[in-house]
């Protein structure tokens, strides 16, 4: 009895499939899977994921089936197509998965291999310009200490920040406004507006 209602739900699913409605016999394919036993069942398994491969275009449903089919029966009449067809649905896969071009292993080993060396050439590079960086910070703070008086601070200027407020800042006081702006002349243009990032001398 279960072996006529598969062999009939089998026969309507090619049926269907051979009139073009993949849907129907896709379903009436897995009804036939429900109650047959496993030999059978790679058979189906094998129609679907043919359906799924060359009709529906969806290698990753395929690849499914396609295993099963294996699994259920490793040495049966269509294991050397099947075995080819996942190589070629796994790849077909992952460019479905990436929505470009697949990179194989190799490349992208290949492709690993090259950002490392970039970066390594990046940083031996960066090594040298750093030393330069350095050595003109160095020049700079030693002639900013030379040109400022021993016991001035340095101060960059902040978002919202007038004369007023760094000298209250600075000497809880706003009455030092005229001391910063006179130990700043060259670089203050107008005493209202400040330059955010500038740096100003604090006597």
Do not use: C
């Amino acid at each position: 009895m279960g072996a006529s209602r598969h062999a009939q739900l089998v026969q309507d699913a090619d049926t269907k499939s051979a009139q073009g409605d993949f849907a129907r016999a896709i379903n009436l394919y897995e009804a036939a899977l429900d109650d047959s036993e496993s030999t059978r069942n790679a058979e189906v398994h094998y129609k679907l994921a043919l359906l799924y491969d060359d009709k529906l275009n969806d290698a990753v449903s395929a690849l499914h089936h396609f295993r099963r089919y294996l699994a259920l029966s490793p040495t049966g009449a269509h294991a050397a197509d099947v075995t080819n067809s996942i190589k070629h649905d796994e790849i077909a896969a992952l460019t479905a998965l990436s929505g470009d071009s697949v990179i194989t292993r190799a490349e992208a080993a290949r492709l690993r291999n090259e950002n490392l060396n970039l970066h390594k050439e990046l940083e031996t590079r960066a090594a040298p310009a750093r030393g330069v960086t350095d050595k003109s910070q160095e020049s700079n703070t030693t002639s900013k200490k030379t040109t400022s008086k021993q016991g001035d601070r340095a101060y960059v200027v902040q978002s919202g920040d007038t004369l007023f407020s760094i000298s209250r800042k600075f000497y809880k006081s706003p009455t030092h406004w005229k001391d910063i702006l006179n130990a700043n002349r060259k670089n203050i243009h107008d005493p209202k507006k400040l330059t955010v990032g500038q740096t100003l001398v604090i006597p």
